[in-house]
């Protein structure tokens, strides 16, 4: 019960007299023809995880979509590429209005165009704000890792051990057997927060411990689980936490979501919406350590 109760004490408090603005404005990148599904999982997990607003910057063909799908998200259009991804014309405007928000996530179903990737390269040395980097935004740095050292803002990285294999240019297994010491190493050299997805996923931060997840089962081996968890990180940060701890308590509640979740639809049945819809339960057990 001792992390239960230091997670808990974790959890922003709120008051009486708040409103929205007082619990963080997340700007989520995300999204292109085929791959809708992971922004709207990242976007609704930023606000069950507690946030008070978030905006999708979406390629503008998918816009009408997501605002249908997405009915407490807003929705920013945004040029796309002819494959119907972030096009590198973004960026003025993602620039221009991430000054009003209070951090970013960049990459759930951003795919791998080549334009689309040199957008996400583009960004982290421009944007001056935390930024939880998932999926194609860690793939964009594959063979690029030096964009790293040229950002302005803090960055958590959040990839599994597959996409940490890719940017590190190791094999997967080589990463299975060593992700402590490389996780060290690579935090050590780039100064990130990194959260290495697995099981017992690893959250890391230069001067810091490491912690060691125990919540979570294999059940959470589905598309799009990894995208809920990115907005839950981020849901957090919004509020104030420290980079460190959002993606810890992020990472335990998802764990724990995912529980309640196999409990009611066991670890074959269980699916990323599952999840999403157990973040509220897995909340109030924390409260009520």
């Keep these: 019960?001792?992390?239960?109760?230091?997670?808990?004490?974790?959890?922003?408090?709120?008051?009486?007299?708040?409103?929205?603005?007082?619990?963080?404005?997340?700007?989520?990148?995300?999204?292109?023809?085929?791959?809708?599904?992971?922004?709207?999982?990242?976007?609704?997990?930023?606000?069950?995880?507690?946030?008070?607003?978030?905006?999708?910057?979406?390629?503008?063909?998918l816009s009408q979509v997501m605002a249908v799908k997405l009915t407490e998200v807003m929705t920013k259009p945004l040029p796309q590429t002819q494959s119907g991804s972030?096009?590198?014309?973004a960026e003025d405007e993602i620039l221009s209005f991430q000054e009003k928000c209070d951090c970013l996530i960049i990459g759930p179903g951003l795919s791998r165009n080549p334009e689309t990737a040199k957008l996400v390269r583009t960004l982290l040395a421009e944007i001056d704000k935390p930024v939880v980097l998932d999926a194609d935004g860690v793939n964009a740095l594959i063979g690029n890792l030096r964009f790293?050292?040229?950002?302005?803002?803090?960055?958590?990285?959040?990839?599994?051990?597959?996409e940490f294999s890719r940017i590190i240019d190791k094999s997967p297994?080589?990463?299975?057997?060593?992700?402590?010491?490389?996780?060290?190493?690579?935090?050590?050299?780039?100064?990130?927060?990194?959260?290495?997805k697995g099981f017992q996923t690893i959250v890391a931060e230069r001067e810091r411990d490491f912690y060691i997840n125990q919540t979570g089962n294999p059940g959470m081996a589905t598309a799009g689980?990894?995208?809920?968890?990115?907005?839950?990180?981020?849901?957090?940060?919004?509020?104030?936490?420290?980079?460190?701890?959002?993606?810890?308590?992020?990472?335990?509640?998802?764990?724990?979501?995912?529980?309640?979740?196999a409990k009611e639809k066991t670890e074959y049945s269980l699916i990323a919406s599952d999840i999403l819809r157990n973040i509220p339960k897995a909340i109030k057990i924390l409260l009520n350590c």
């Excluded at 603005?21 to 609704?44: N, R, W």
């Excluded at 057997?177 to 290495?196: C, D, E, H, P, W």
């Design 1 to 61: 019960m001792k992390i239960e109760k230091e997670l808990a004490a974790l959890l922003p408090r709120r008051t009486k007299d708040s409103h929205k603005g007082d619990y963080g404005h997340v700007f989520v990148l995300a999204g292109s023809t085929g791959l809708t599904g992971a922004a709207a999982l990242c976007s609704q997990a930023v606000l069950l995880a507690g946030a008070g607003l978030v905006t999708l910057g979406i390629p503008e063909g």
């Design 86 to 89: 972030l096009s590198l014309k």
């Design 148 to 162: 790293l050292k040229k950002r302005k803002a803090d960055v958590i990285l959040t990839p599994h051990l597959v």
């Design 173 to 196: 297994d080589e990463v299975k057997r060593n992700r402590i010491a490389l996780a060290k190493k690579f935090i050590m050299y780039y100064n990130t927060v990194l959260v290495l």
């Design 225 to 261: 689980s990894g995208d809920v968890l990115t907005g839950m990180i981020c849901g957090f940060l919004a509020q104030g936490l420290e980079l460190f701890k959002a993606a810890k308590l992020g990472v335990f509640l998802h764990g724990l979501a995912g529980d309640l979740a």
